[in-house]
């Protein structure tokens, strides 16, 4: 069965930088993108964008683009979100989530179990 | 970007009852070259990440009750609970992905009334 298991949780200072890893099993891993979504305590779904883990080929979202970068080790079917310069409103539950289908432009079917990213002086 | 706005932004229902939520997109999520609407819906459980419900804004995904349904087209959406449950208790995202970034609502919470 398909899971992304995520890492455990972070507590940074800001300006640090934090890596998240999502370790994916149980189907093709170069077949699909993962896309990396983060929650604010009590707030909505925010995309932050994905990765081809058949390329590498990344698409962000624009407001994150100067801080983000997003990563796979096909050798270790692992995906990987570094976001840099943290602020305290970086403070979130962060997720990655695989495609449903093999192609772009497609829903977010299977879920890791989110890393909690606290930034804090 | 697509913004994605839900109403209301919370709703409380009776079991057994029907549940309504609307999602309306800035710009047309229909594609013309598949004819389909890029439109999802999720539900989130407390401390659990989302789970996908719908997709193509009225297919529904494996494993997932048949008293949820999505309808719509274009900008306008609904997610309808046929009689509500009390495990449906939940927010609940319209997402689109026609175009990135993929942006979400905000959110409409389901309560027990």
């Known amino acids: 069965q398909v899971q992304l298991v995520q890492s455990g949780p972070e507590v940074k200072k800001p300006g640090a930088s934090v890596k998240v890893s999502c370790k994916a099993s149980g189907y093709t891993f170069t077949s699909y993108n993962i896309n990396w979504v983060r929650q604010a305590p009590g707030q909505g779904l925010e995309w932050m964008g994905w990765?081809?883990?058949?390329?590498?080929?990344?698409n962000y979202a624009q407001r994150l683009q100067d801080r983000v970068t997003m990563t796979t080790d096909t050798s270790t079917t692992t995906a990987y979100m570094e976001l840099r310069s943290l602020r305290s409103d970086d403070t979130a539950v962060y997720y990655c989530a695989r495609d449903l289908y093999d192609y772009n432009n497609c829903p977010l079917s299977f879920w890791g179990q989110g890393t909690l990213v606290t930034v804090s002086s | 970007d697509i913004v994605m706005t839900q109403s209301p932004d919370s709703l409380a229902v009776s079991l057994g009852e029907r549940a309504t939520i609307n999602c309306k997109s800035s710009q047309s999520v229909l594609s013309s070259s598949n004819n389909k609407n890029f439109l999802a819906w999720y539900q989130q459980k407390p401390g659990q990440p989302p789970k996908l419900l719908i997709y193509w804004a009225s297919s529904r995904e494996s494993g997932v009750p048949d008293r949820f349904s999505g309808s719509g087209s274009e900008t306008d959406f609904t997610l309808t609970i046929s009689s509500l449950q009390a495990e449906d208790v939940a927010v609940y995202y319209c997402?689109?992905?026609?175009?990135?970034?993929?942006?979400f609502g905000q959110g409409t919470k389901v309560e027990i009334k």
């Open positions: 990765i081809s883990a058949y390329n590498g080929n990344t």
């Open positions: 997402q689109q992905y026609y175009s990135t970034p993929r942006t």
